[in-house]
Structures are given as C-alpha cells and as structure tokens.
C-alpha cells in the first residue's frame, strides 16, 4: 500500500438552493416558491413537511406561493457565516397564504421597514465551498405593492 494518502475527492458543491422549495422556470416567467398542500388534511407548508405536521399524511399537491408578501421582521447581519459577505440583511416575509418565510432581502441597509410589501426574487445567497455563487430565493421591495386590505 502506498504511504501517499489519497486525496479525497471533493463532491461537486451546490449552486441551485433546493430545487424542491424554489421554481425559477426556463421559458423566462417569473420564479415562485413551492408550497406544498397535504392531499388528506390540506395543510399547506413552506417548505414541505414530510409527513404532515397536521395528519401524519405523505402525500402532497405542490401549490405556487404568492410571490408577495409583508415584511414582518428584519434584522441587519454584520458579523455572518463563511462565505456571506457581510453587511447582509434578513427578514420574515408573510405571505397572504399565512406562512412565515425567513429569508435573505435584497436591498440597501436601513431601507426596510416592518409591513413592507416585498416580491420574491432570485439570486446569489452566498458562495459555496468551490468559490461559486449560490443561488436561492430572496426578497426586496416589491416594485407594485398589492392593494392594501382593511
Ligand atoms: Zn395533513
């Protein structure tokens, strides 16, 4: 046997964030998140809950989120994890389908403000261990925010 260790050889490292949470469809129309609606009890959760929280159910209808939602809270991140560059900005976003989804926002520091209405967009959350960017989902300012309910 050779003395030589040998060296491990590095599993390719993600660029696409979770293909079964995030859908950004190649003929170009706008991307959306998977919600995923369980066939017995109709509880809908982001992401998928195998088996149901609700039921203990295992089946589920994959339902496209609303692409807008209202910031519920945000936090500006100065000190992040390997591979962030920091300053980054987080938030909860809730959807009119009333999930909770936490989740890096797009935009300058100290623009976001609680009940914000935000959109859904797509890009690099940070980079992997081969140096490339990953993509997920993100949030920023919605161009048009949706009508006001009340
Ligand atoms: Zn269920």
New binding site residues.
């Given amino acids: 046997m050779s003395s030589e260790k040998k060296k491990k050889e590095k599993e390719p490292d993600i660029t696409f964030f979770h293909p079964d949470l995030l859908e950004v469809p190649q003929d170009g129309s706008l991307p959306y998140l998977k919600g995923y609606r ?1 066939t ?4 809908l959760d982001f992401p998928k809950l195998n088996p ?1 929280p ?4 295992e089946e589920f209808d994959m339902i496209p989120l609303s692409r807008q939602g209202k910031l519920y809270s945000f936090a500006d991140i100065h000190i992040g994890q390997p591979g962030m560059n920091t300053p980054y900005i987080v938030g909860y976003v809730d959807l009119p389908e009333n999930i909770r989804i936490f989740a890096q926002l797009e935009g300058e520091l100290g623009s976001f403000f609680c009940d914000q209405a935000v959109e859904l967009t797509v890009g690099p959350i940070r980079m992997n261990q081969d140096g490339l960017p990953i993509t997920s989902y993100k949030f920023k300012k919605a161009a048009v925010p949706e009508e006001r309910k009340s």
């Fill in positions: 369980c017995r009890c109709g509880q149901c609700g039921c203990w159910g």
